[in-house]
């Protein structure tokens, strides 16, 4: 309104605030990227050289330190507890969208409490158990117990998008002869399929990144990456390892980065509507 | 976002032929069962076990010692120093942090409202500090930006002639690390949310006040923000609880340091039950902070929501 050279100021500082905040959003990031490409002498230098040449030598050393192994406890602990969480909470979601289930209100209640819940207050009465079950430094014990982290995430997302396919698909399945059981598997399901990607990225995203649960129960033996990271670096003060550290933690940063900058419409609509 | 949903579930419009039973008991039992048992016995059974455990003397390392104290826990941890030193710090953090996120995160919505080039890349860019492992995010913040001789921090604050404190191990200093680390982390999930929420809101509103000459300030203040309230009061919830439940950043910022000055109650009640092994006084401590947590929650969305579902009830 006010004339076109206000407005086109204005324009600019937007555009420039948006950058400002890209910029720090992504500065860690790029900053452990370029670290973990630099030499002991190039990585502790301030102002930090944006021109170095290039070394793979921390790759190396994190590959003699035998981080493949713990890659591996990561891997096979977050895929089986993601596949459990997708398997339970999807079925569950879609019962709480359609089916006449006793006490919903108070089942949905219980599902989503425990989101609400401080892990630390899971975590001593778990560690407890498991130590008495001999499951602390199982991956078996860490793949249930990621169950608290997401099934009430998958459970109510599901549920909002079962919630948004028209119940007549369900009502033409039922008179072309289906059950529940195929009504779900072969009719409802196929048309929420955005919906059970975004709920799968987000547990992957959740379980991969978990700390205080896997530092409790995940003993000598199932160690995943965010707990070898803290106890295999404690003496990351000292320069002369933050190459060591930067490439460690790229080698933890990538499979989620790289998911997440693939497929950011279903992780942007994710965290969009995880408020339920 | 599918609170509306789950009202609308609640009244169950919905025409379902009537067989011989009010429930699916079967059906309930096949879809939803599993879930309900898996979570009775991860989440149930260990709260509840918690809340046992916590009006006893027991130590993890004595178990045949363990006696029967009723609240003698509770009693003991309001006469706590370091106990209640932890209530402040959690508070302090939880409020800095959620109002900030909160102010920044719908700021950020808003600001990247109207189309520009490059949108969806900024979007998805600002995506990243909330899926980055919050253990390497803090870790890169404590050894690169907040280290005090080679430190980025520093180093800028140098040019301008200041000299930038230690900052993860002196205080106020470090509960500021903690503070910008959890700002940076969680912003972007605010932002997400009211990126989604601002998406959904009705134009024609906007356009019409717009018409009437509402400056946009005035548009964003008496027209936006009033229309986004069941979500601002959703998000404020949700921030917190992640916020009381924070252990990562800290643990591995400051270890709860110097002196104690950044332990919140995570933190007292991992070193209490599972580093001094005292489970019946560390679990007395995490049922006081899940209280807490729900007794905030519960007043927050009583007091945010109140006059809106009267009135959305009247009209």
Redesign the interface.
């Known amino acids: 309104m006010s004339g076109r050279s206000t407005s086109r100021v204005t324009e600019a500082l937007r555009l420039l605030a948006i950058a400002g905040a890209v910029f720090i959003a992504i500065l860690p990031l790029v900053w452990v990227v370029l670290a973990s490409f630099k030499t002991a002498a190039d990585v502790s230098q301030m102002p930090p050289r944006l021109l170095f040449t290039p070394t793979l030598d921390n790759y190396r050393s994190v590959l003699d330190a035998g981080f493949a192994s713990f890659f591996r406890n990561s891997v096979i602990i977050t895929f089986a507890a993601v596949a459990l969480s997708v398997v339970l909470g999807v079925p569950a979601a879609y019962g709480f969208s359609r089916l006449r289930v006793p006490a919903l209100r108070a089942l949905l209640l219980f599902v989503l409490s425990v989101r609400f819940v401080p892990y630390i207050v899971f975590a001593v009465p778990l560690f407890v158990i498991m130590v008495r079950l001999q499951l602390v430094g199982s991956h078996v014990g860490l793949i249930f117990v990621y169950i608290l982290i997401n099934l009430p995430l998958v459970v109510w997302m599901m549920k909002s998008f079962f919630d948004d396919v028209p119940t007549d698909i369900d009502d033409a399945a039922a008179v072309d002869g289906a059950n529940r059981l195929q009504s779900f598997a072969l009719v409802v399901l196929p048309s929420t399929a955005a919906g059970v990607a975004c709920v799968t990225i987000l547990s992957f995203i959740f379980t991969w990144n978990e700390y205080l649960l896997a530092l409790v129960l995940s003993g000598r033996h199932a160690q995943t990456l965010p707990v070898v990271l803290t106890r295999f670096l404690g003496g990351m003060e000292d320069p002369v390892r933050w190459g060591l550290l930067s490439a460690s933690s790229v080698v933890v940063l990538a499979p989620v980065v790289i998911v997440t900058l693939l497929v950011h419409r279903y992780v942007r609509a994710g965290f969009g509507g995880s408020t339920t | 976002?599918?609170?509306s949903?789950?009202r609308?579930?609640?009244s169950a419009e919905?025409e379902?032929p009537v067989r011989r039973s009010?429930?699916?008991?079967r059906?309930?039992a096949?879809?939803?069962g599993?879930?309900?048992v898996?979570?009775a016995?991860?989440?149930?059974?260990?709260?509840l076990?918690?809340m046992f455990?916590s009006l006893f003397d027991w130590h993890?390392h004595r178990p045949q010692a363990r006696s029967f104290v009723l609240f003698d826990n509770y009693v003991r941890l309001f006469g706590d120093a370091r106990f209640l030193n932890a209530m402040r710090v959690t508070a302090f953090y939880t409020v800095v942090s959620v109002v900030t996120t909160l102010v920044l995160g719908i700021g950020?919505a808003l600001?990247?409202r109207?189309p520009?080039p490059g949108k969806n890349a900024?979007?998805?860019?600002?995506?990243?500090?909330?899926?980055?492992?919050?253990?390497?995010?803090t870790?890169?913040?404590k050894?690169?930006?907040f280290?005090a001789d080679?430190g980025?921090v520093n180093?800028v604050l140098g040019l301008a002639g200041i000299v930038g404190p230690a900052w993860t191990a002196s205080s106020p200093s470090a509960i500021i690390t903690i503070l910008v680390v959890n700002i940076?982390f969680m912003t972007?999930?605010v932002y997400?949310?009211m990126?989604?929420?601002l998406e959904g809101l009705p134009h024609e509103v906007i356009d019409a006040a717009k018409i009437d000459g509402a400056a946009y300030w005035q548009r964003v203040w008496f027209v936006i923000l009033p229309m986004l309230r069941a979500?601002i009061v959703?998000?404020v919830i949700?921030r917190i609880?992640i916020d009381?439940?924070m252990?990562?950043i800290i643990?591995?910022m400051t270890g709860g340091g110097p002196a104690r000055d950044t332990e919140v109650?995570?933190l007292w009640?991992?070193n209490a039950?599972?580093r001094n092994f005292h489970?019946g006084y560390?679990?007395a401590g995490?049922?006081v902070?899940?209280t807490l947590?729900?007794a905030t929650?519960l007043v927050i969305m009583l007091v945010g929501l109140r006059d809106l579902y009267r009135r959305t009830g009247s009209s």
């Open positions: 976002m599918n609170r949903s789950a609308s579930h609640g919905r379902v009010r429930y699916d008991w059906a309930t096949m879809f939803i599993p879930t309900i898996a979570l016995l991860v989440a149930l059974l260990p709260t076990w918690a455990s993890f950020l600001l990247t109207a520009f900024v979007r998805a860019l600002l995506t990243i500090p909330m899926i980055m492992t919050p253990v390497v995010s870790l890169v913040w050894t690169f930006f280290e080679l980025l180093w940076w972007p999930f997400l949310v990126d989604a929420a979500t959703f998000t949700f609880t009381a439940r252990f990562e643990h591995v109650l995570s009640i991992y039950a599972l489970l560390g679990n995490g049922v902070l899940m947590v729900a929650c």
